[in-house]
């Protein structure tokens, strides 16, 4: 009896099996979160492919952990549902896509089987492809395909043991995860695989470790409601492991060589991490997140005195931050007035916000470069939003998915996604609205104007990498267009110049500046000067955008 038991155990699963595998693939996504952030090629302070991942799983978790003995109709409406409304960021979104479509490849079965695997596989893949304009080769979605591909091949070979046919398939992923560095030659010169193949990588072989018979904690920790981004502000908290970010200028009295300056490095590193430290004739500029900031001001004075010094906690800026949101997000009101068309907006920064609104944006969803909303997100602020048509403007490529999911799920209102992928294309889509036009006149009139709209945006390093042909290390500066990264240096003001520089043609005639939270007006105002000066025969204006993370935001129209 036992091993009749058994040996069907190996050949079919049901569906208290496949939750289990689906909540151990979905822990083990989360362990491996941060790992996988730091598999995005670029640089950048917001490379959240594994947290965006994590987030859009764990949606669906809560949905199944909350489940008592389901059947797998049930299940599989649990898994994807939440795995829809939760998703956030293009990798959320096409991994919930290929939940999706998993889903409706078993839920009309008790148990699943090889063959009905394969099948599912297959959907899963199919449904996801679907979801992306232009699928590229190399990514999650090429994962996915050679995990399918191998599935179907063991299926239709008589593979019947579930054991073997897991293994094989997450062996076959894993080398077609290890070739996507040739696929894409930006993954091969960062020295990467692709970060949302890796984390589709660890939700296979969660499963498959359940499956196995490894002990696992499978429990899900309750969170708020998928809406806020409360819960996920407050994890960010937790994982602050440096509160305080201590900036000083160093006025030199004393040599202070390479081998000094190698020796200084290494004991900030010693206290902390996000080093810069930058020599420049007889000062030395410093930068490091610290739990003990006298420790890095008391090794600096062995070389001379101190100037400009800013000493800034971290973690109570987080929890100020939290409160604002909470303030903004309480203080919106569904419209008081029914109105025939409404606009939503992706936005994070003070200056920015009040932009959009005096432009008629009618909610701003806080988010954007380090906070991707989710489809849920989307949706709240779709029903907030009293009019028979909204247009949403998610003003980041990362964003534009889920914006395009919330459309697909809402009914009741003409949802229209003008797919602005940075801030200045979404004030441009904005201002060129005109109210005697028809929704899809203006639709037509929008998408036409942003193809005219240059971005370029100022940002720092978060690790070494070479990347477009550029060496770049942690703390420097860079700018980055719609082109990649066109400058890199120690220097802000230099950066954003040469970046400025190299968005500007002869076609020009409005260059538009929005200096985040960290800039200083007197330096902006010189900034705007010196592009003034450059280019006589362009508008230069200067605006207070307030956006954390990247310095400065830049448009050419």
Known sequence: MIKEEVVVALNTIDARMFSKMFLA???????????????????????????????????????????????????????????????????????????????????????????????????????????VMKPKEGTILTV???????????????????????????????????????????????????????????????????????ELDLSIVDVAPVASRMAAESQEEVNIKFGYCTEFIILLERNFNIKNEIDFKEY?????????????????????????????????????????????????????????????????????????VGFIAVSVGEGINEILRSLGVDYIIEGGQTMNPSTEDMLNAIEKVDADTIFILPNNKNIILAANQAQSLVEDKNIMVIPTKTVPQGITAVINYVPDLTPEENEA??????????????????????????????????GITDKGIRAVDTQMDQVTFEMIEDMIDEDVELISIYYGSDVDEEDAEKLRAKVEAQHVDCDVELQFGGQPIYYYIVSAE
């Not at 692709?194 to 498959?208: M, N, R, T």
């Not at 193809?451 to 550029?470: E, F, L």
Request: hydrophobic share 40%.
């Open 25 to 131: 693939g979905a822990k083990n996504l989360e362990h491996k979160k941060e790992w996988i952030n730091e598999l995005n090629v670029f640089p950048v302070p917001d490379g959240d492919t594994g947290t965006n991942m994590t987030m859009t799983i764990m949606s669906a978790a809560k949905e199944v952990a909350a489940l008592e003995d389901p059947d797998m109709k049930t299940l599989a409406k649990a898994i994807s549902s939440g795995s829809l409304r939760g998703a956030r960021g293009n990798s959320g979104v096409i991994l919930s896509q290929l939940l999706r479509g998993l889903t409706k490849g078993v839920n009309e079965h008790d148990e699943i089987d090889t063959h009905i695997f394969a099948d599912a596989f297959e959907k899963a893949v199919e449904t996801a492809y679907k979801a």
């Open 144 to 214: 996915a395909k050679g995990a399918a591909d191998k599935a179907r091949e063991l299926a239709d070979a008589g593979c019947d043991d579930l054991n073997s046919f897991f293994g094989q398939i997450i062996e076959h992923a894993a080398y077609v995860l290890n070739q996507t560095p040739e696929m894409l030659p930006v993954l091969k010169q960062a020295g990467v695989v692709d970060s949302g193949g890796q984390g589709l990588l660890e939700v296979l072989k969660g499963a498959y470790d359940i499956f196995q018979g490894k």
């Open 268 to 340: 900030l590193e010693s206290i902390g991490d996000s080093i810069v430290v930058v020599a420049d004739d007889d000062v030395v500029k410093v930068h490091v997140h610290t739990n003990d900031p006298g420790l890095a001001i008391q090794k600096a004075l062995k070389y001379g005195s101190l100037s400009n010094m800013k000493i800034d906690n971290m973690r109570l800026e987080h929890q100020e931050k939290l409160i604002r949101m909470s303030e903004k997000g309480a203080a919106v009101e569904t419209s008081a007035e029914k109105k025939e």
């Open 445 to 478: 009139n929008m998408l036409e104007e942003i193809k005219n709209v240059r971005t370029g945006q100022v940002t720092y390093a978060v690790r070494d990498t070479v990347i477009d042909d550029k060496t770049i290390k942690q703390g420097d500066f860079m």
